[in-house]
Every structure is written in C-alpha cells, then in structure tokens.
C-alpha cells in the first residue's frame, strides 16, 4: 500500500520529469508543448505541503480515511 510520504514524493517527481520533458530541446515539440500544458495546473511542493496539512487537520474529523498526502521531503 502506498503511504502519503511516498504519494507526495510521486507526484512531487513527476512534476520535476515533466518540467525536464518541456525543456528537453531534443525533443519534438508538441511533447514539449503537452508537458508544459500539463504543468500549469499540476502541483507544486507548496501546493503538497498544503495538501498534507489540510489532511492532517481534516483527519481527525473525518475518522474514516488517514492523510492522503504527506509533508514534501526537504532538498
């Protein structure tokens, strides 16, 4: 089963592969031009540090499902 600890950090480095793909000039354009389409309403680790603590706090009043995110590891 996949932890919030691991879910943030999945989405954190997809993130960082499509932010590669759309600056990757070896690469056809309309590849490009889809990641850096995708990239406009993905998230950011401030966006995941959000998410984890909103998570945190709605835990205790929902009861029925744990965090699904975790706080973004530190660089």
């Known amino acids: 089963m996949t932890t919030p ?3 943030t950090r999945s989405v954190i480095q997809t993130r960082d ?13 309309r590849l490009r031009r889809d990641a850096k389409f995708l990239l406009r309403h993905y998230p950011d680790k401030s966006h995941m540090a959000l998410a984890s603590l909103m998570g945190e706090q709605t835990d205790s009043i929902a ?3 744990g965090p699904v995110f975790g706080a973004p590891e530190s660089d």
């Open 17 to 29: 592969f499509l932010i590669e793909l759309s600056r990757d000039t070896s690469l056809p354009d």
């Open 5 to 7: 600890h691991e879910r």
């Open 63 to 65: 009861g029925l499902m």
